[in-house]
């Protein structure tokens, strides 16, 4: 999201002027000053590859921002790109290295990494239930690894999804291990193993995106299909749309890379022209269910009744989780994370600044957390953001406890971005509801206005005498 942001503040320029300004983004991205330049290029190269967020004409000197990167600023919903993103993804494809794209075609490989693990998770489901299992079909990093990703058989078609699903399963009940770091396969170049984590990253990657797309949820590393995206997943299951391309190249024995390399430009036409606004578009209150963590909250579209029906959904929300015996601390900061993420776009638009309303993000998620939670502005006359981090307290009465523990990471984060840091302590209670922000933690503790005691991180206590409560918003139209 942040990318697609800084993108779109670049104008059409020439390609070293627009990689600069680019590798200047990622590097004022928060938590990344101190990181090595290495790291850096690396990201640089690694993130338009994949999503394809510039278009760069060699030939005529020219980089431009792309329609993707477009479409997730201007709509602003993560879970949307994320769908589309994932329906377009395919093996092969202009994100990948014309070696590897040679590799791929010699083996005949044609696959669509989230539409197989659907399908497979799909033809799991049906095994189950024809055993009379209550059980749900899932899927770890791992199997997906082994099972869909490396086998050839499956991702050039000579597996089928149920194939693969009834192998899972039984591999489970026989205790198979995926893993074997004496595996030839497992060796990197320099002939050392690769930890299990570098062999299922890329799976991992994709399953971590499928969740954050809100087509999966995950239960201690397992992955389960999504219940209330039944159009979505069937969408999926369904698509038989493909990326035609690399097909002249595939009965060729003697290919050139360079050939490849030609194709690239009309893969990310492709890609750019799968962005419809109309497809898989979040249904908000989907989100909100009352089983189900909340992700993503108000938006400025929402008609008066959408607004109040909403806020009555947090109201029952705080009571469910409030009155819970198994709340998890998730489920408090998911739900935390959501009022103030609706407290932020109400605040910037009594302060005029409507514009910024639609910018306003929950930017932590499962797989990645920045040192932040929520991306905002600070409605001041600048377009400065606000980094907040929500730290979230539910309880039957109201307390007095307005100490909190921040991670080696959000303090190390905090400090790189000073005084537009800032703390949201939010406490909530069948009745009250007590929002204090501090800014600068660092600042305050260098200042002796906060108590901070360094323990895996910083425990953070402070007296309310110094510090006034914030009335707590509400998203309205």
Not at 125 to 154: G, W
Not at 352 to 359: A, M, S
Not at 420 to 441: G, W
Request: contains cysteine; negative net charge.
């Amino acid at each position: 999201m942040y990318m697609a942001n800084e993108c779109c503040r670049i104008p059409k320029s020439s390609c070293e002027e627009y990689n600069k300004r680019y590798f200047n983004a990622i590097k004022m991205f928060p938590g990344n000053i101190d990181m090595a330049d290495k790291t850096l290029h690396n990201w640089r190269t690694e993130i338009p590859a994949l999503f394809s967020f510039y278009t760069e004409d060699k030939d005529l000197d020219i980089t431009e921002t792309s329609n993707m990167a477009k479409f997730l600023h201007e709509n602003q919903d993560l879970t949307q790109f994320l769908k589309l993103f994932l329906f377009s993804f395919q093996f092969p494809g202009g994100h990948l290295k014309p070696q590897d794209l040679k590799d791929i075609i010699y083996n005949n490989i044609r696959f669509k990494p989230a539409k197989s693990i659907i399908q497979v998770l799909m033809a799991g489901n049906k095994i189950l239930s024809a055993q009379d299992s209550l059980k749900e079909m899932s899927i770890s990093a791992e199997e997906a690894t082994y099972c869909i990703f490396n086998d050839i058989r499956f991702t050039s078609g000579k597996l089928t999804p149920d194939e693969v699903a009834t192998t899972i399963l039984k591999n489970r009940k026989q205790g198979i291990k995926y893993y074997n770091p004496k595996d030839p396969k497992s060796l990197s170049l320099t002939g050392k193993a690769r930890s299990k984590g570098d062999m299922t990253r890329y799976a991992g990657d994709i399953l971590d995106y499928m969740e954050l797309a809100n087509l999966l949820e995950s239960h201690n590393g397992y992955f389960t299909l999504k219940g209330n995206e039944v159009a979505a997943i069937k969408l999926f299951a369904d698509d038989k749309t493909f990326f035609t391309g690399y097909d002249k190249f595939y009965k060729k024995r003697n290919l050139d890379t360079s050939e490849l390399s030609k194709v690239e430009p009309l893969w990310f036409d492709y890609v750019n022209r799968s962005m419809r606004p109309d497809l898989f578009k979040t249904d908000i209150r989907s989100l909100l269910s009352p089983d189900e963590d909340i992700d993503v909250v108000f938006d400025e579209s929402l008609t008066p009744s959408d607004s109040a029906e909403i806020e009555e959904a947090f109201e029952n929300r705080i009571q469910h989780v409030v009155n819970s015996s198994d709340k998890t601390t998730k489920d408090i900061g998911n739900l935390g994370e959501a009022l103030i993420c609706g407290h932020e776009k109400m605040r910037l638009k009594l302060h005029g600044y409507e514009d910024f309303v639609r910018l306003v993000q929950i930017v932590d998620s499962p797989s990645y957390h920045p040192g932040f939670d929520i991306d905002s502005y600070e409605a001041d006359g600048t377009e400065d953001h606000r980094y907040i981090e929500v730290k979230t307290t539910i309880s039957k009465q109201k307390i007095q406890m307005y100490g909190f523990h921040m991670s080696p990471n959000e303090w190390r984060v905090a400090g790189t971005i000073k005084e537009h840091y800032c703390v949201y302590r939010l406490m909530l209670s069948e009745k009250d509801k007590t929002l204090i922000i501090l800014r600068d933690p660092v600042r305050l503790y260098k200042t002796d206005q906060i108590d901070a005691e360094p323990r895996d991180g910083m425990e953070i206590s402070f007296s309310t005498d110094s510090f006034e409560p914030t009335t707590l918003l509400s998203w309205k139209r």
